[in-house]
Every structure is written in structure tokens, then in C-alpha cells.
């Protein structure tokens, strides 16, 4: 049964004749339970008589753990409920620059959703930004209701106050833009064949970064689907993990330092097959013939690559680059005219879905072939075909050959003849490359790859 104390109030360390009084109650633990600053006894007994009767019910709260602040709360969420370790970084990224400066002091009762309404609208950020953060946010505090650290999330269900547009829209960023076929190739011819096949995969798969350093040998298969009385086949690569690159943090959230390291794919969707065109298939064989590494899109070192060493290949290829002079310790170097100004390995990820829109690709094997989760009820009903996946790869390879023939080229790297037959895929065979013909001679004999043969 709660009770009330009477308890002086205290000035320059002396005991006054003023008083107020003191709640004690029991917790569910036994223990004693106690709060200050009630004016009269009755409102203290009333306020401890209210703890015991939530304690009776299963629906009391300790007053010290919704005091607590935000920041205490988070650092114990962000150890208990570890994700993969891209998401952790971006996480604590999202909480170091935005969200802890303004809430990591303030206790959890104290949140309301207009306060966290009003704060994101001035946040210095994009509003995607703005709303991971508040998503995060309420993640957290949901986190905080299920450990019976809040009565309540303030954030659930709400939606974000969008703040009015007063200036023109900003224009497109660089990394979000469409390119040619032609500067892709072109681009890619400069890079050589290991660096160029990557961007040439990325162009036309939509593999993303993560899951391109991510590839083994392993990892170029054959896919296989009844069609009819007979099997569909083609070459596809495989995509199960990917390789992450983020700031490794202890559980307190302080930085450990960079780690680059294995991780599965982010979700079910993005483990897929990507259907490979003959002529990028081809690409594949001729550079596993001579790459001495097991990752397929390594650095020459066998190393994966870290972000902050891409650019330096990928900016002078595709934004061009000044002749430098021949001198002491250092060779002539040719200037490289711009091709494509501000590519990025995203940029080309938004070209291939984009083509993939030009080609009319159905629904169901775009969002697939992207890595996407489809929306709705069609995303559960309807599936690719084979016929599907035929029209697909006839429209990538369409947009291949038509800019090679708009640059006026039959071969990349000048090391390989593109125009040579492609053999069906087998288990344990490579194309046939032991003849050389026409573009359009290839062209008729691409009914052998991708189409119907007789099952194995």
C-alpha cells in the first residue's frame, strides 16, 4: 500500500519549515519505489495508489526510465538490435549528424510529434533525408514502448509536414542522369577490360556496387526453365552477397574504424539471377580466361575495391582529363576529351532500369531483374517468363550493337572480335569463339542463345 512522507525543503544545505511530500510505493521487483515534490499528502498517496494498481495490471512504467534521455536509449537499442553493417553505418550516420545533436539530452516523455515535426523541416538535408531520420526515430521509440521504457510512440503513424517550396527546383544531379549506350562503351573502352566490364555490367544488369564487388567465379551460372517441349537457356550472374564498406562501431556507437567485408544481400529481392545479353555474356567468358582472382571485379591486386579509390579511375574516363608533359619521375599522358560528365556507378544503375522502361519490359522481370520489391498484388501473382526474358535480352542486346555500330566498332579493348557465334549455354562449356562473321550474321545466329534447345 502506498504511502506519503513528509519532507522538509532544504536551503543553503539548512532544513526549512517548508515541506513537501515524498510517494513511496512498491515495485513489481519488491523493491521500494519513491517520488519527490507532491504539495499535499493526499496527491502523493493518490499518485503511488495509481503506480500499484498499473503494477497490479501489467501496464506500469518505471518514472526513471521514461525520464531517461533519448541518447541513453539509443545506445542501448543500437547494441540489442544489430542489423547488417551497411545499415548500422547508416544509421549511426543519420544519428551523429542530424538527430542526436537536437534529441540525444532530451528525455523520452518529453518528445512530442510536433516538436520532431517542426525540427525536420529545417533540417540542412534533402527531404529523403528528412525522412529517414524521422523513420529511424520512431523505429526507436517503438523500440522503447516494446521495452517498457515509454507508454507510447509520438511518432507512429504520423505524416511528415513537408516544407513549401519557395525556390526553384535544383537541377538534376549529376548521378541520377541517363546515358547513351555509346558513352557507356565509350567510357568503359577507356577503362580497359576489367574496369570497363564493370561499368558495362552495371549499364546493363543494374548490379549495384556492393553486390558487383561481391562476385565470384562461382557466380556466372547457366539459368535453365521449361519452354514449351523443350528448355529456355541463358547465361545470368548470380548475385547472393555483396561486399559493404562502412565505419565499424562499438556498442556505445564509437568509431572502430573502416572495415570492408562480406555481408548477404540486403533482402530477399535483391538475391536474384541477372539475365545476361549474348554479347555481355561473351565479355564475361573472355575475362575469366585471363583474370587470375576468384572476385570476378577485383582491383589487380586481388583487393576489393574501397569508394574512395573508384573515382579516381571512373572521373578521368568519364569527365576527361589535361595532357600532362613527360618529365622526371613521371610519363607522358594523353588528354581524354569528356565523355560523360559526372557518371557514377548509381547513374548507370538508373540507366539500366531506364532502358529497361524504353524496351517495355514487363513488370514482373523488372522489378526483378532491378532487385525491387513490386508493390501490390501483382507482385504476388505474376511472375517472368521465359518469352519475357527472350524480349529483354533481344532489346539490350539491340541497344549494344546499334551504338557499336554508331561508333563504328566491331571489338572493345582490341583484344576481342565481338562478331563471333555465341554456342548455347552449357554446364561445362564456354561459347564457341573459333570464327569470325558479320553483325548481321551474328544477329540471325543469336536464336542459339537465349531461346528454345533441347533440354539437358
Known amino acids: ?35 519527490p515534490g507532491f504539495p499535499t499528502k493526499a496527491l502523493a498517496e493518490e499518485w503511488g495508489n495509481e503506480q500499484e494498481r498499473k503494477i497490479r495490471e501489467g501496464t506500469w ?11 541513453k536509449f539509443v545506445r542501448k537499442y543500437m547494441s540489442e538490435r544489430p542489423k547488417r553493417g551497411q545499415t548500422m ?38 527531404d529523403v533525408t528528412k525522412g529517414h531520420c524521422v523513420s529511424l526515430m520512431s523505429t526507436i521509440l517503438t523500440g522503447a514502448v516494446d521495452a517498457r521504457w515509454l507508454p507510447l510512440n509520438p511518432l507512429h503513424s504520423r505524416r511528415r509536414t513537408k516544407p513549401v517550396q519557395h525556390t526553384p527546383i535544383a537541377a538534376e544531379e549529376d ?56 528448355d529456355w537457356r541463358c547465361w545470368v ?15 556505445q556507437g564509437k568509431k572502430k574504424g573502416t572495415v570492408l567485408r562480406l555481408e548477404p544481400t540486403k533482402n530477399k529481392w535483391r538475391t536474384r539471377d541477372l539475365d545476361l545479353p549474348p554479347f555481355l555474356a561473351r565479355l564475361w567468358h573472355y575475362h575469366l580466361t585471363d583474370w587470375p582472382h576468384d572476385f570476378m571485379l577485383c582491383t589487380q591486386n586481388g ?38 560528365p559526372g557518371m557514377t556507378m548509381r547513374g548507370l544503375r538508373h540507366t539500366h532500369d531506364s532502358w529497361q522502361d524504353q524496351l517495355g519490359v514487363r513488370a514482373a522481370l523488372s ?56 554456342a548455347p549455354p552449357a554446364d561445362d562449356d564456354l561459347p564457341n569463339s573459333s570464327q569470325t562473321i558479320s553483325m548481321e550474321e551474328y544477329r ?13
Request: proline share 6%.
Open 89 to 126: 553505418a547508416t544509421r549511426w550516420k543519420l544519428l551523429d549528424t542530424y538527430i542526436l545533436p537536437k534529441w540525444e539530452h532530451a528525455p523520452l516523455i518529453s518528445i512530442t510529434w510536433f516538436d520532431v515535426d517542426s525540427w525536420q523541416m529545417l533540417l540542412p538535408c534533402d
Open 303 to 340: 583487393k576489393w575495391w574501397r569508394r574512395s579509390n573508384w573515382p579516381a579511375q571512373l572521373r578521368p574516363a568519364a569527365d576527361g582529363r589535361p595532357e600532362r608533359k613527360k618529365r622526371q619521375g613521371c610519363s607522358f599522358r594523353a588528354e581524354w576529351e569528356p565523355i560523360a
Open 1 to 35: 500500500m502506498a504511502y506519503a512522507e513528509k519532507r522538509p525543503k532544504i536551503r543553503n544545505g539548512k532544513p526549512t519549515k517548508q515541506y513537501t511530500w515524498r510517494c513511496k510505493y512498491k515495485k513489481p521487483d519488491g523493491t521500494e519505489g519513491s517520488e
Open 175 to 230: 548521378e541520377d542522369k541517363v546515358f547513351t549506350a555509346e558513352a557507356v562503351l565509350r567510357v568503359a573502352e577507356r577503362l580497359g577490360p576489367a574496369k570497363g566490364l564493370h561499368v558495362i555490367t552495371t549499364a546493363w544488369t543494374g548490379l549495384n556496387w556492393g553486390e558487383g564487388l561481391g562476385l565470384q567465379r562461382e557466380h556466372l551460372q547457366v539459368r535453365q526453365q521449361p519452354w514449351g517441349k523443350s
Open 237 to 251: 550472374l548470380r548475385v547472393a552477397q555483396e561486399v559493404a564498406e562502412y565505419d565499424e562501431r562499438d556498442e
Open 367 to 422: 522489378f526483378e531483374q532491378a532487385g525491387h520489391k513490386r508493390p501490390g498484388i501483382k507482385g504476388v501473382y505474376q511472375h517472368p517468363t521465359p518469352a519475357m526474358r527472350q524480349a529483354r535480352l533481344d532489346g539490350m542486346e539491340e541497344i549494344f550493337w546499334e551504338a557499336m555500330a554508331n561508333l563504328g566498332w566491331t571489338a572493345l579493348w582490341g583484344r576481342v572480335s565481338l562478331v563471333k557465334p555465341l
Open 61 to 71: 512504467i518505471d518514472p526513471d526510465k521514461y525520464r531517461s534521455h533519448f541518447g
Open 444 to 456: 540471325r545466329m543469336r536464336q542459339g542463345y537465349g531461346s528454345r534447345s533441347e533440354a539437358m
